[in-house]
């Protein structure tokens, strides 16, 4: 039986000029990654190129617009992440965090 969790980003903080760390209203374990994935996918019409599974960790390469992206989830640290593939993807970065607020 799977259960959708209502998400809803409650923070987001710039750690540097490549890195986006979100927070959330709901916690979140390594099988609600998709329905995270989602909500951010709808809010900023950017779309998955490849994932990446490991033992506690999760990668989303996406795309947004011309701009490349490594969503990160970690369980064990409980963090969701958000950085440039490239320098170059800086720009696309701060419209992404404009389209979330």
């Known amino acids: 039986m799977s259960t959708e969790i209502a998400i809803k980003i409650t923070n987001i903080e710039e750690v540097?000029?490549?890195?986006?760390?979100?927070?959330?209203?709901?916690?979140?374990?390594?099988?609600?990654?998709t329905v995270i994935i989602d909500h951010l996918l709808q809010q900023t019409s950017a779309t998955v190129l490849e994932s990446i599974q490991g033992a506690d960790v999760y990668c989303v390469r996406i795309r947004y617009g011309v701009s490349e992206f490594l969503l990160n989830f970690e369980e064990y640290s409980h963090s969701c992440w958000l950085e440039c593939a490239t320098a170059q993807d800086i720009l696309g970065l701060k419209e992404i965090k404009h389209a979330l607020s």
């Open 16 to 33: 540097n000029p490549r890195v986006l760390q979100f927070q959330f209203n709901a916690e979140w374990t390594m099988d609600n990654t």
